[in-house]
């Protein structure tokens, strides 16, 4: 097994790109219900992406590390015992409103 503390190092130095990469995998937006196998595997297919293999204990493992680190940031709120709602206010989807309703 290799030295996971030098990958979660990795992975909380490029915290951005990876919260880009679960976003562009998964549907996370600001306020949405996150799962912790989202993140496992996102982690493991980020990892991949910068030919990085993991095996599927690492990911478990570095899984825990980045969502103990996003806890503590309170980047994800804990609503369950695998899943979180994500707060990161850079993930605000923009709505659309509806238009306006006459009087007839």
């Known amino acids: 097994m290799r030295d ?3 990958l979660f190092t990795f992975l909380a130095e490029n915290q951005t790109s990876l919260m880009n990469y679960l976003k ?3 549907r996370m937006y600001h306020r949405s219900n996150v799962f912790y196998r ?3 595997f996102g982690i493991r297919y980020f990892l991949g992406s910068k030919k990085i293999k993991v095996s599927y204990t690492e990911s478990e493992l570095l ?3 980045i969502i103990n680190l996003l806890e503590g940031e309170s980047t994800l709120l804990r609503v369950g015992n ?3 709602v994500l707060n990161y206010p ?3 989807t923009s709505t659309t409103q509806a238009p306006p309703q006459t009087q007839s």
């Open 90 to 92: 850079s993930f605000i």
């Open 82 to 84: 695998m899943s979180w």
């Open 63 to 65: 899984a825990n590390e």
């Open 38 to 40: 989202d993140i496992q």
């Open 4 to 6: 996971v503390k030098k």
């Open 24 to 26: 562009s995998r998964y």
